[in-house]
C-alpha cells in the first residue's frame, strides 16, 4: 500500500504491484504514475500543469502549492489530505532534470539551422549557486596573434579631420594616401572650405571605425560584387543605383549628391578602391590551422540543441590597437555580487531561440565570439544583430578577419544612438531602405527577455541543472 496524490494534489491510499531486479523496480498500476518513493506516488498531470504554469506565467512552486490548498479547502478536503509542499518539491525536482525537451523545440523553419541573420543579448537573471568551478570549452595550447585593423590615418588625425568638416577648424597638414588626397582637393574650393556636396561623403570615410566596418562589403557574394563594379567604373548607375542604395545606404547618401548625367567622379571609385585593398589585406588572410584550437567538448554551462561543437577554443594575443583606435562608449553592465551574471541568448528575428549560454564572467563581446567560433564553423550568419556590435566586429576581425569577413555586424534599433562616433555602416536603422533589412525584428532577444523575467522569483535559488532546465522549458514554450 502507499499514498497517490491525484492530479489536485489530494492523498488517497491506493495499492500498487512492485516487480524489482538488481537494478531497478517497475510499478504495476492501472493508470501511468510517477514514484516519488515507495510510499508516494503522484498523478503525472499534477506535475505537468505546473510544468505549464512555470513556463508561461512563471509560477512558484510554493505559489502552486498554495493554490492546491485554497482547492482543497472548496471540496471540505482537510489540509492533511494534501501532498506537502517539501513532497511536491523534491518530485518536481527528479521530474524537471529527468525531462527531455526535443531539439526541434529550439529553431525555426523559416530560417533554418543556421539562419542568415542571428540576434545576441545578454539577460541578467543569475542564480546564487556558485558556477566558477564548472568548465568551459576547452581551449588549445596554442595563442595566436592578434592583428591591426587598417584604419584610416590615426585616431587624433581623423578627429581634426572632422573638426574641419564640421567647419570648427583649418584644414589639418596630414599626409593622407594619395587617392585620399585626391578627393579631398577635389572637394575644397579656393578659399578652403569644403563643397556642401562633398561634406557627407568625406565624413563617412573618417569616421571612428576600422576601413572594412565603414564600407561591411565582405570579401564575396553579391554586396561585394556591386562595390567592386563600383570601384572599376563599371557600374551601371542607372540600372542599379536602387540596388546599390539597398546594400549600401550610408554610401549611397555620401555619392548621391555627387552624381551628374548618372556618372560619378573618378575620385570616388580610386577612394573606395584603396579602402578595399586594405580592408582585403586583414579579410583575405589565412584562417588558423584547426588542429590548434582546443578539442571540441561540451561544456554544462551551454545549450545549443541544434549547434553541436565544431571546435574548443584558442587564446590570442593582448588587442592593444583596438582599444588606442576604438572611441565608441563601453557597453556598461551592472553587477550582482550575489548572482551568477546571467545568459547570453541567442535568436532569429522570428523570436525563435536557438540556444543560450551560462555566463561566468559578465556579458562582453567575447562570449557572442566564441558562441560564433565553437558553433558555427564555416556556417557564419550574413548579419550579426547586437546592441554592441561596433566592438564585437572589431573584436572578431582582429581575430579572426577571414572567418568574420563577410559577416555584416549590425547595432540594432534601440541601442544605435548610444553609438556617437562609430560608422553608420553599423546600424540597423541606416538600412530602412532595404525591404528585408527593414523587417527585422532587433529586438527578439529583449522581447524574451522581457517574457523570462517573470522567473525572476525562482531562477535564483535553483541548481545549476535545474535552472539550465527551467531556462530550456521556458525558451520552448515561448
Known sequence: ECMLADERGLLSKVTITVESSTCCKHIIFPSRVFSLSDSLILAPALLKFYESLLAMNGTTLSGYWRSLVDYAKESTRSTDDLISLSSLSRAWNLYILKME???????CQECGRYPPVLVFDGI???IRSSIANESSVPNGKYTFPVTPLPYLGKL???RSMLSFLDGSGDRPNINW???IMDLLNEAIDTEGKVKTQYKHLLKMLFENSPLPLIHQAGTRGRRREIIDRLTSGRLNWKDE????QRQFPVIYGGIRPLIVNDQY???IGKSLKFMMEQSDLLLREYPHIEDRYGPPEESKLECFPLWPLERGLTSYTKDQQGHDQLECAEKVIGENRKLSPGLMLVMCPHRRPYGFRVLKTPESVKNVFQIMMTRLGANMPQTIVYDNSCRLAVYCLAREASRFGSVRFL????HSHNHKSCSHSLRLRSYESDPLMACINSQSCEQTNSLLRHLGNSL????????IKTIQLSLSRN
Open 411 to 414: 547595432v540594432d534599433r534601440f
Open 101 to 107: 525537451i526535443p531539439p526541434e523545440k529550439f529553431g
Open 177 to 179: 594616401p594619395i587617392p
Open 241 to 244: 543605383e536602387l540596388e546599390f
Open 124 to 126: 541578467q537573471m543569475g
Open 460 to 467: 535564483p535559488f535553483m541548481s545549476l541543472a535545474r535552472y
Open 265 to 267: 567622379p573618378e575620385t
Open 156 to 158: 587624433p588625425e581623423r
